[in-house]
């Protein structure tokens, strides 16, 4: 069964169709939440995210941010580079 982030993926992609490039997050479809419309960067979830690497991956809460924060919201990969919404946060 396919989660919303995966039918909200497979639809902007239907949408916007072969010509655009989307640069895509392993494993974190089901985190996906939009895209921006002007630079067509694929929209994921902090909160998702993290709880996809706690289910998945069995991390600890912590291992999971620490992982997030580290080795992927640092991570610039070219003008494609996905937008992490931190939704939900606790300050």
């Known amino acids: 069964m396919k989660g919303k982030g995966k039918e909200m993926l497979e639809a902007i992609i239907e949408n916007y169709g072969d010509e655009h490039q989307f ?16 630079s067509l960067r694929i929209i994921y979830s902090y909160v998702k995210c993290v709880e996809i690497l706690m289910e998945r991956d069995g991390m600890s809460h912590l291992e999971c ?4 924060d580290f080795n ?4 610039y990969v070219g003008d ?3 937008i ?5 946060l606790i300050f």
Request: proline content about 3%; charged content about 25%; some cysteine.
């Open 23 to 38: 640069l895509i997050a392993d494993g974190f479809d089901d985190a996906v939440i939009g895209c921006e419309n002007n």
């Open 65 to 68: 941010v620490e992982h997030m």
């Open 72 to 75: 992927v919201l640092g991570a």
């Open 80 to 82: 494609k580079t996905p």
């Open 84 to 88: 992490w919404c931190m939704d939900d």
